[in-house]
T-cell receptor, first 111, second 120 residues
Framework: GQQLNQSPQSMFIQEGEDVSMNCTSSSIFNTWLWYKQDPGEGPVLLIALYKAGELTSNGRLTAQFGITRKDSFLNISASIPSDVGIYFCAGRRTNDYKLSFGAGTTVTVRA | GAVVSQHPSRVICKSGTSVKIECRSLDFQATTMFWYRQFPKKSLMLMATSNEGSKATYEQGVEKDKFLINHASLTLSTLTVTSAHPEDSSFYIC????????????????FGPGTRLTVL
């Protein structure tokens, strides 16, 4: 599928800090998904967004579906060591069952 | 969240042999499953879409005779790597599509834990 623009590519953060990453696209999407992948594992769904403007939280995670339907962001508050991993955004366009993926954001947390 | 399993989690085989990977949706029925390949430090690359009861749809550049897909039931899809060679070594991940079943409803993919294939 079409590649989404995900940034930053990587980040080193101090434990307790907040983290923010985002994805943009030139196309309109009707679904945005955020996944986390640990080494040697498959991606795990964190948050699913289905409506423009929707803001959804899952514990310390918050994600929003941009009102233009071309972007989404994910925030992690008060990071902890287990937040280490690669975070992928994924989007699905109307009438398309396939997902487009971002290149991933690698998060490393310093204790 | 929904649970998708994959088996085996890791396989090592000799060049020229065939390897079968199973993907199961454990708590929902999936008419559509997907097979991805992931290279180190890269994003997921869609290989093919597996449709229950019909032929799989392959992405451009993916050899359908090399990567055989069978989706015989609503909870099981298999990927067979035929006559595997070292360049087929990779991390293969499946996903299962879960929908709310109504127009404009939710449509989400849940991933399996992946299979690490090493071809010697």
């Amino acid at each position: 599928g079409q590649q989404l623009n995900q940034s930053p590519q990587s980040m080193f953060i101090q434990e307790g800090e907040d983290v923010s990453m985002n994805c943009t696209s030139s196309s309109i999407f009707n679904t945005w998904l955020w996944y986390k992948q640990d080494p040697g594992e498959g991606p795990v769904l964190l948050i699913a967004l289905y409506k423009a403007g929707e803001l959804t939280s899952n514990g310390r995670l918050t994600a929003q579906f941009g009102i233009t339907r071309k972007d989404s962001f994910l925030n992690i508050s008060a990071s902890i060591p287990s937040d280490v991993g690669i975070y992928f955004c994924a989007g699905r366009r109307t009438n398309d069952y396939k997902l487009s993926f971002g290149a991933g954001t690698t998060v490393t947390v310093r204790a | 969240g929904a649970v998708v399993s994959q088996h085996p989690s890791r396989v090592i085989c000799k060049s020229g042999t065939s390897v079968k990977i199973e993907c199961r949706s454990l708590d929902f029925q999936a008419t559509t499953m997907f097979w991805y390949r992931q290279f180190p430090k890269k994003s997921l690359m869609l290989m093919a879409t597996s449709n229950e009861g019909s032929k799989a749809t392959y992405e451009q550049g993916v050899e359908k005779d090399k990567f055989l897909i069978n989706h015989a039931s609503l909870t099981l899809s298999t990927l067979t790597v035929t006559s595997a060679h070292p360049e087929d070594s990779s991390f293969y991940i499946c996903s299962a599509r879960r929908t709310s079943g109504r127009a404009g409803g939710t449509d989400t993919q849940y991933f399996g834990p992946g299979t690490r294939l090493t071809v010697l």
